[in-house]
């Protein structure tokens, strides 16, 4: 949605999708929205309880099939696994996804892993064309303004009809990271590897490059926490271009920095307006 910036400004119901790199602020800035009223879209909770829950639960119950007496209270209805995944609490989809290497050290085959990648692009998608049925239920609720907090994959969908969709319902609001938040991320993702979403052809090729440079035969001997670690500077510079088209496309560009100095829902417009006139301006 592109906007003048005085049309943003006096709009009675502003709806935006924040993007960019995991850290960078697109949750903390949701709080503060939601704090003020707007309704908060949490794009990975929605993947997790609408399109990934079954998985979830289904990949919890496989791991304790081999123990009998957890099995049979499992089969009696005894218990019942429950996905508690919150906007605050992500860590079952993360765990769902998983990361790709040695079995004994929680890594998950090839293809294990490919099925998984490819149920959460999938529920990625859909969780975007969801947006505008969204925006109408927070209108129902009384919110007048509406924020789309995006996952940090967001750039890799390679779905130009989600992002033409929240583009015609949302002003996009790319998080540019500056140089020092790109040394901070990555260190800081070295030190503690996450699981991470890749796109199909760049997972092959680095994957691949990191088996070859290790002297290793078998996706099995891969260390799951060096592999996230060493590949995660390569993704990340490999998104900055992809980030960098759906803003000039469709949407805006604020910096990192000035992200941080939002304290509150009028700051945050007002950096988004000055975003707009510098658009303009060009």
């Not at 399109?51 to 007496?69: C, F, S, T």
């Not at 967001?154 to 002003?171: D, M, P, Q, R």
């Not at 996009?172 to 996450?194: G, M, N, S, V």
């Amino acid at each position: 949605m592109k906007l003048a910036a005085q049309d943003f400004l006096t709009q009675q119901n502003k709806s935006i999708t924040l993007m960019g790199m995991s850290g960078l602020g697109k949750t903390t800035l949701s709080e503060i929205l939601a704090h003020a009223g707007w309704y908060h879209y949490s794009a990975d909770y929605r993947i997790g309880t609408a399109y990934l829950n079954d998985p979830i639960i289904a990949q919890l119950r496989e791991e304790v099939e081999n123990i009998p007496a957890v099995s049979d209270l499992l089969d009696s209805g005894t218990i019942k696994f429950q996905n508690n995944i919150s906007i605050d609490n992500l860590k079952p989809l993360s765990t769902f996804i998983g990361k790709i290497g040695n079995p004994e050290q929680g890594g998950l085959s090839l293809e294990e892993f490919k099925k998984r990648q490819a149920l959460y692009l999938q529920g990625e998608i859909a969780a975007m064309h969801d947006v505008p049925s969204f925006i109408l239920k927070a209108k129902s609720q009384g919110h007048a303004h509406f924020v789309n907090d995006s996952t940090g994959s967001l750039c890799e969908l390679g779905n130009e009809s989600a992002y033409k969709t929240i583009a015609e319902h949302s002003v996009l609001i790319y998080i540019k990271a500056t140089r020092a938040d790109e040394e901070e991320l990555i260190a800081r993702a070295q030190a503690y590897p996450k699981p991470l979403y890749f796109g199909a052809a760049f997972l092959e090729e680095k994957l691949a490059e990191y088996m070859r440079a290790n002297g290793l035969d078998y996706v099995a001997l891969v260390d799951p926490d060096d592999f996230a670690s060493w590949v995660f500077p390569e993704l990340f510079r490999s998104r900055l271009p992809k980030y960098d088209y759906l803003a000039k496309t469709y949407g805006y560009t604020i910096s990192a920095d000035d992200a941080r100095q939002v304290k509150t829902a009028d700051d945050l417009n007002n950096l988004i307006a000055s975003a707009m006139k510098l658009q303009e301006a060009a």
